[in-house]
């Protein structure tokens, strides 16, 4: 007769399905946790195109088709990930009750937020929904080719989810050890947002890129916060985890960041500023207009 351990149960097939059941009920609460949307969001109501909505003082609201640009829709279709908008329209909006906030915001078509564009901070009262603009954006995501450095949220609004980084050609998380609010609100000027408004370790496992950081509150990059990585091995040693980061616009706030934020990766892995020149070709993040490539193995984030 075999000896049982005690505590040990008779089933371990039992064993095995509880510990089924229990991942199950951790992986359906964590996604039943409410999506936080923050100032500035955008929202298409189909998968690339439909009723454009904004989320501003803690609503969502319509934007007027009046004075409505194609560079505001490029804009619109960059910040959902996308990399660039194919038309715009009237949308005859039959949102009662739900506030038009802007009219004809004026974007030229390479900034990273529609709130760097002039447009009125006071919703539009004189505006009506019939004419609601509708975006129908290209169908090719921006991160399909990125930059070096690269950054991006994945999760399931653009301004919330674990942070990713390009670099070395792959998608890398980046560890909680030592990652501060600095790191944060670098992460967000980098992706056009005036800060970070949390970041936590909720990330799923997988692969890291980065560690150790060094901000001081002032960076407009991400890019200025840690050293290129001398080879291609990932990191080993993160207690913590990958970080998750949740970014902001403070309508406020005077800062405008710089041009893309990328690295340039030679021999001795310096860092390279935008106003340098370049020794290889560099995909703008404002002006994606890219043939397609392979997409990273990465759930895509929703929009």
């Not at 150790?212 to 890019?223: I, R, V």
Request: glycine fraction near 8%; aromatic fraction near 10%.
């Amino acid at each position: 007769i075999p000896v049982r351990k005690l505590g040990e149960s008779l089933c371990p097939i039992a064993n095995i399905m509880a510990r089924v059941i229990f991942a199950a009920y951790l992986y359906i609460l964590h996604c039943a946790v409410a999506v936080q949307f923050n100032t500035g969001d955008v929202k298409l109501d189909g998968d690339s195109s439909g009723l454009l909505g904004i989320y501003l003082s803690g609503n969502w609201g319509t934007v007027s088709h009046v004075n409505f640009s194609k560079g505001t829709a490029d804009v619109v279709c960059h910040q959902l990930g996308y990399s660039g908008a194919l038309n715009f329209s009237v949308a005859n909006g039959t949102l009662i009750g739900k506030p038009v906030w802007l009219a004809g915001p004026n974007c030229i078509g390479n900034e990273l937020h529609v709130l760097r564009c002039k447009w009125d901070e006071s919703p539009c009262n004189t505006c009506h929904h019939q004419n609601d603009v509708s975006v129908q954006c290209n169908s090719t995501r921006i991160w399909d080719n990125p930059y070096e450095g690269y950054v991006r949220l994945n999760g399931a609004s653009q301004s919330n989810g674990q942070l990713l980084v390009y670099l070395k050609g792959q998608w890398g998380a980046v560890c909680a050890d030592n990652f501060t609010k600095a790191e944060a609100d670098s992460v967000c000027r980098q992706l056009g947002y005036t800060e970070s408004n949390g970041h936590q370790l909720m990330g799923v496992s997988g692969r890291i890129w980065l560690k150790n950081f060094d901000c001081s509150e002032s960076e407009p990059c991400f890019t200025d916060c840690y050293d290129y990585p001398v080879n291609s091995s990932w990191i080993t040693d993160c207690l913590s985890g990958p970080v998750d980061v949740s970014c902001d616009y403070n309508i406020s706030a005077d800062w405008s960041p710089g041009t893309d934020c990328w690295y340039q990766s030679p021999s001795n892995s310096s860092l390279t500023t935008a106003s340098s020149t370049p020794t290889q070709t560099l995909v703008s993040s404002a002006q994606p207009n890219i043939p397609s490539t392979t997409v990273p193995s990465l759930t895509t984030a929703s929009s």
